[in-house]
Nanobody, 116 residues
Framework: QVQLVESGGGLVQPGGSLRLSCAAS????????MGWYRQAPGKQRELVAA???????NYADSVKGRFTVSRDKSKNTVDLQMNSLKPEDTAVYYC??????????WGQGTQVTVSS
């Protein structure tokens, strides 16, 4: 079995920053892409940022220039640095990884609330 565990969510004021981290553990044979999704109340889950095994990145238009995704392949981790946060960034953030053998795997989610 494998699992993804997120950390770093919380409450932050508009304009503030947060860093989310996600670690994959268990019987891992390899990971291709890793990324972050979010789901706000009443909305569909959406891609926030993704990073491929060769370091290529993809961002939602709404976060470009504010969020940065990075990964450490040696540790099976992926981070999301979020700057200039806005109230509309409030959501549950989910880590996702495309695992060899296991397929797409999700973390349990971490709440990010941007409010004054």
């Amino acid at each position: 079995q494998v699992q993804l565990v997120e950390s770093g969510g919380g409450l932050v004021q508009p304009g503030g920053s947060l860093r989310l981290s996600c670690a994959a553990s268990g019987r891992i044979f390899g990971i291709s892409a890793m990324g972050w999704y979010r789901q706000a109340p009443g909305k569909q889950r959406e891609l926030v940022a993704a990073i491929s095994s060769d370091g290529g990145t993809n961002y939602a238009d709404s976060v470009k220039g504010r969020f940065t995704v990075s990964r450490d392949k040696s540790k099976n981790t992926v981070d999301l640095q979020m700057n200039s946060l806005k109230p509309e960034d409030t959501a549950v953030y989910y880590c996702q990884a495309d695992l060899v053998f296991w397929g797409p795997t999700w973390g349990q989610g971490t709440q990010v609330t941007v409010s004054s």
